[in-house]
């Protein structure tokens, strides 16, 4: 997959260096997105086979966890262009403010 948008979590993860958990974050993202972009998730299935806890949303939007659900990060996917694009990263409490399937 091509993976656009990743300014948004660089950004978050900036912001918050060297407070707790941020680096097992950054290590976790960087473990993520390798995945991600090594991918050719075609369906919805896809995508859970390699992320069983991801959450398919209406719109294209697929919602990850990142670090054991300490964080969250919402994409839209487009499977036939090959394309992921970050709309959201934070954590699980930051998640709870936004509706996933609109952002």
Do not use: C
């Not at 900036?14 to 995945?35: E, H, N, P």
């Not at 991918?39 to 992320?51: G, M």
């Not at 069983?52 to 966890?65: D, E, H, Q, Y």
């Amino acid at each position: 997959m091509i993976v656009i948008r990743r300014d948004i979590v660089e950004r978050y993860l900036a912001r918050r260096a060297g407070t707790s958990g941020i680096a097992v974050a950054r290590s976790s993202y960087d473990t993520w997105l390798k995945i991600a972009e090594s991918a050719a998730w075609r369906t919805p299935i896809d995508v859970q086979r390699s992320h069983p806890k991801a959450s398919i949303l209406k719109g294209g939007r697929t919602v990850f966890n990142i670090k054991g659900n300490d964080f969250r990060l919402v994409a839209r996917i487009n499977y036939r262009a090959g394309t992921l694009e970050i709309r959201f990263f934070g954590t699980h409490g930051d998640y709870d403010g936004i509706d996933a399937e609109t952002i």
